[in-house]
Every structure is written in C-alpha cells, then in structure tokens.
C-alpha cells in the first residue's frame, strides 16, 4: 500500500508539459486539488479539479493571473488633496477625502451637511439646505461636489453646477417627498415629482413669463451707483426662480454688478405672503417658496441688481439677463419645470 502512494506520487510529481505558440511558453504546470464543495457552521471551501496554479507572473508588459479561483483583486485607492479629486458623480455616495485618500460613502438623499459641518447625519434638515444654497452663493464649506445633488428640472443626475434645482431637491426630501430613492443597491430612482409635504401637483398651466429690468435711474456719474429691479409678469404658478445678470458696452471703464438683493418687505414682491428662502451672491439671487407655488401677478418684483460705475467709466452700457440653460435666469413652475422665458431688455445705462 505505501509502495503505491509512493508512486502515485511521483508520478504526480512528474507529469510536465510545454507548450509554444506566438512566442510564448508555458514550461511547467501541476495538477492540483480536487473538485466539490465542503462546507462547516462557518466556513465553504470549493474545489476544481485541474486548476492552474492561482499565482500571478509577470514579464516585461505581460501578466498571467492562473486558476479558475484565482485570487481577487481591488483596484488601489484613490488618492487625492481635496473632495473634488473624490467625485464619482453619483447622488447616492457623498465623496470625502481624509488622509489624502478618497471616500465614497452611501448617503441618505441630500443628506450632506450636519451640526458638525460638511458630511452626513443621517437626516436631511435646514442645515442640508443651508450648505446647499450656500453652494449656489459660493460660499460652502462643502465642495461643489458634495452639494450638487440634481441636474435639470431635478433630475438624479449631478450636472456640474449648484442652482435652483439643487435646492428644491434638498428642500423636498427635507419635508418628506423624496425625488431620489437611493435605497437599493444601483443608481438612484427617480420619484414623481410634486410639492413639499403633500406631492401634490399644482393644476394651473404655467405660460410665457416675461422678464423686465427697471433701473430707478437712466445715468449714473463715474464712480457712482446704481440699483436695477427685476420683474415678471405672465400667467402660472412659480415654485421658485433665479436671475443672473451681466453688462457690457462703453467707452472706457466698467459698470460692474457688486451685488443682488431681495426685498421681501415689498407689497409687490413675488413670494410677499408665502414662506420663502433665499440666496444672493454678486452677479445672481435665488429665491424659493418653502411649501407651495405662488402665482404671477402682471409685475412681481423679484429682486435687485447693485451696480456702481467705475471712476473712469465713461458711455454708454447695456445690462441685460444671463439667459444660459441651467446656469443662470430660471423661473420654475409646476412639476419643478421650467417655464418659458422672453426678456424685454437689455436696457441702457448712460455713464457721464
């Protein structure tokens, strides 16, 4: 019996093949382990018959990874300075960067922000919303990334920017209508859109609005300042809207935007006696219902642009609407869809 192990095992031993084809070769290979499934309380171990030995060799540009259980394999992490370098553009992970390596955690839906600061907390609150519009003002502790949670008409796509979207997104899953699911495994799925709080949809056909610029000054002297307004009006219901603003034209020097505000206090202001939020940063507002739409009146103040004339500004300018898809003058109705624009405008500004 002992004579006949011995044997079988040498034989084992010594079975050898070679191959050559297209300049390459294989010089050795072994017949290995067995071939079922044996298994404890705790653990599986699975076997094939004739498996190539599961080991990796290298030459010059070539890799051979052998075995039909051959080892896994992960990519190496992803290094990185700051959390942009971690986008994985995914609404569903929220992307850091500790110890100069990427991270990609699953996250709640618009859950970015917390009493801590940037990052999750398991709930989507005002400080979610807060980081969000902070985004859009460019004033976040949070990278655009990390804030950028829809794309067009709150799709649950990132789009690369942080605007009107974004916020209502936040704003929606903060009070209960969730637009994302990100509750499975794969890419988020998109909800039925509709109002905060209730879902319900808003039943008034939105239309045309027509935007206006009213300056409360035709001139302004080198140096001086000069405040614009903006209007709608038109017929439909509006969730929320931003504007943005540009100048271009005179001779010499600038008229340059220093500024947006809203005055809520105005009898004629769009959102006068509906729960609002806003934002402004130098060149752009935004302003948002918290829970319904609101309609057009025939001139709904919207905001205000600040403009001053540099001192050696002389001419003759124009001031018009920044009227690019998705990053700059929006209104937003029913359904978070956008409502057709027509700008009366641009207006000109004389500077003596």
Known sequence: MNKLLTSIAMSAACICMTGI??????????????GGRMSSISFTLTGTVGQPDAETNTG?????????HSAATTA??????????????????????GANICSNSPALYGDVAGLAGCGPDGVVDLFDIIAILDGFSGNSVCALSQVDIAGSQGACTPDGVVNIFDVLNGLNVSQGAVPCDCSGDGAPIPQPPGDALTGSIS?????TVVLTLSPRSRSVKPGGTLWVDVFASGAGDVRGYQFAVSTTGGDHGELKVTGTLVEDDRSDYLFTQTENISAEKTAAAMVIGMYSDVSLTDRSYLGTVALRATKEAVGVFELKLKLKSGRNTMIVGAQHLLMPIQFEGPIVIDVR
């Open 21 to 34: 084809g297209y300049g390459f070769e294989i010089t050795r290979s072994t017949v290995d382990g067995g």
């Open 60 to 68: 010059g540009i070539y890799t051979l990874t052998g075995g039909f």
């Open 76 to 97: 190496p992490p992803k290094e990185c300075i700051a959390a942009a370098d971690c986008d994985d553009a995914l609404v569903c992970t929220f992307d850091s960067c």
């Open 203 to 207: 039943q008034r056909q939105s239309g």
